[in-house]
């Protein structure tokens, strides 16, 4: 059995790591180390997991790092041939990382997450990840129970292991080996979407991504932004667009940016006509900051491969004005014929 390294990221929760660390500890997975990077908290969170949880490896930062440089700084301390990026508001049960696992008996998986539940409606698919995600041509990520703001509950009608455009960032486990060379979360995005990123750029790389709803975890969500805020928004569109720059070819990312900014535009001008000034204001800071970043970026070289998003419609579109609310809702003909969306095993 290889070596897990769970990595858990936190900035002044130790009541979550109070809460939720017990479960992981509980695992009963036989080769597991647990490393937590602690954002340079002021909480007595360092000093509680010296005196609570010896076993525990811990990672003082010294500042705020946020998720994707936090991570990418408790990396090189973890020994682990698996890395396990756990959210520090996630409990699990004792069996979650063995179906994870064996995922990677495939050769080419290098990354796959578990089934994520809401921590406080365990009937109910979870925000951040649900079944396993996907984007549609414009860059916007959905899941497998989640489209925008409406959650399905969880009846088993997506319990297939499969392969996914992206796992979650919440629970993720990834090959080493893979996100080494794929040079770790891109640490400008700071925090949201650097696990899309991640996951597009390893199957640019030839990987493949996995949801293995076998394994379970419970995610209560909004630990360090909530729903809502503009500034989870500023982030989310501010790195989206970013990453399309990074991921697609020049000529296709210059179309779809023109689209981009017709969607964005129509969900500033949906902010303000209720009232939400600030997540207006968030989108249009978001626009003007990513246009000096993707100034910066490199796009993929012509040699290079090629990784489309797989649903080629507009899930803004199909959502808001077909009334389209489930991802079983989402109609055959938007996906591409790619033979990664299929189930193989």
């Known amino acids: 059995m290889p070596r897990v390294s769970v990595i858990v990221v936190t900035w002044n929760g130790r009541g979550l790591l109070e809460r939720f660390l017990p479960s992981v500890l509980a695992s009963d997975y036989p080769d597991l180390e647990i490393v937590v990077a602690d954002n340079a ?27 994707a440089r936090g991570n990418n700084l408790a990396v090189p301390h973890a020994t682990g ?50 079944s396993g995600g996907f984007l549609d041509a414009f860059g916007y990520p959905f899941t497998r129970g989640r489209l925008f703001d409406t959650l399905e509950p969880d009846r088993g009608q997506y319990d297939d292991a499969r392969d996914v455009f992206w796992a979650t960032g919440a629970a993720l486990v990834v090959r080493r080996a893979a996100f080494e060379a794929a040079g770790g979360f891109d640490e400008s995005f700071g925090m949201h979407m650097e696990e899309i990123d991640l996951c597009w750029r390893l199957q640019r790389a030839g990987w ?29 569109v ?32 949906r902010a303000l006509a209720a009232g939400r000034r600030d997540e207006a204001a ?7 900051d990513a246009r000096e970043r993707i100034n910066a970026v490199t796009p993929p070289r012509p040699d290079e491969r090629v990784v489309l998003p797989p649903y080629r419609r507009s899930v803004v579109v199909d959502y808001f004005l077909r009334g389209r609310r489930r991802f079983s809702d989402l109609p055959e003909e938007g996906w591409r014929d790619a033979g990664w969306r299929d189930a193989e095993e």
């Not at 007595?44 to 003082?60: C, I, K, Q, S």
């Not at 979650?96 to 409606?121: I, M, R, S, T, Y």
């Open 41 to 67: 908290s002021t909480d007595g969170t360092a000093e509680w997991l010296a005196e609570a949880h010896p076993d525990v490896t811990v990672m003082r930062h010294a500042e705020n790092a946020l998720f």
């Open 81 to 130: 041939d698996l890395l396990c990026f756990l959210n520090n508001d996630v409990e699990v049960p004792a069996g979650w990382l063995g179906p994870l696992v064996a995922a990677f008996d495939n050769p080419g998986v290098a990354a796959v997450q578990p089934k994520l539940l809401q921590h406080g409606d365990r009937g109910q698919f979870e925000y951040a990840g649900a």
């Open 208 to 236: 493949r991504v996995r949801v293995e709803p076998a394994s379970e975890a419970y995610h209560l969500g909004g630990a360090s932004l909530p729903q809502g805020s503009p500034r989870k928004m500023y982030f989310n």
């Open 238 to 269: 501010r790195n989206g667009l970013v990453m399309l720059a990074k991921n697609l070819p020049a000529p296709a990312f210059r179309r779809v940016l023109a689209a981009r900014r017709a969607f964005d535009a129509a969900a500033a001008a």
């Open 282 to 288: 968030a989108i249009r800071r978001a626009w003007r």
